[in-house]
């Protein structure tokens, strides 16, 4: 039998492969490895400047972030101070809307003053809008500071006159108010006017 004869039967097959296309595939190969060598290399010297590159990165990331916030830091500052002007502009405009009935009540009350002759009328009405103001300021958080025979406290009283001889039990207590003081949430925004005992 001859080689021809055991390849038509399928017995036996030899492999027959040109020498030409081994020679592709060796010459690719090696390509390939060659290529993967300079890459290798090109990563070598990466590493080797990657601290310095690595480090220039993070000193622009950071710097990046410093001027966003800086930029951030300037627009709170500019948006706060726009908003304290308002609040300073328009801060009273609660406390004139709520002031304002009384404006009117005033008005009013001269009106009808000129068509009347009789004062106890006249005081009747004052006595209203005062009573009305007082609640109106008492709603906004204004208090009236009690001095009648209180103790003499220089947090909430201003002494504006001594008044002797007026014995053991009235020694530093409040004898007279001469001018009404007033709180505002607490705070003392117009100290009493009295005279104290000696």
Not at 3 to 31: H, Q, R, V
Not at 152 to 181: N, R, S, W, Y
């Amino acid at each position: 039998m001859t080689e021809k004869d055991i390849n038509i039967e399928g017995e036996e097959t030899l492999d027959e492969t040109p020498l030409e296309e081994t020679d592709k595939e060796s010459a690719e190969n090696t390509a390939e490895e060659a290529a993967a060598d300079t890459q290798e290399e090109e990563k070598e010297e990466a590493e080797e400047k990657d601290p310095l590159v690595k480090a220039q990165e993070e000193i622009e990331e950071l710097k990046d972030k410093w001027l966003r916030s800086v930029a951030e830091f300037e627009n709170y500052r500019k948006r706060t101070l726009k908003e304290r002007a308002e609040l300073i502009l328009n801060g009273g405009e609660k406390v004139i809307t709520a002031i304002l009935p009384i404006l009117d009540d005033m008005e009013r009350a001269i009106e009808n003053g000129a068509k009347t002759d009789d004062p106890e009328v006249l005081r009747e009405g004052m006595t209203l809008i005062h009573q009305k103001f007082l609640k109106i300021l008492e709603a906004q958080g204004v208090s009236k500071i009690e001095s009648k025979d209180a103790d003499f406290d220089t947090d909430v009283h201003e002494a504006v006159a001594m008044v002797p001889g007026m014995g053991d039990d009235k020694k530093g207590k409040v004898i007279d108010c001469l001018q009404e003081g007033y709180k505002l949430n607490d705070k003392v925004i117009r100290h009493a006017k009295v005279a104290v005992g000696q």
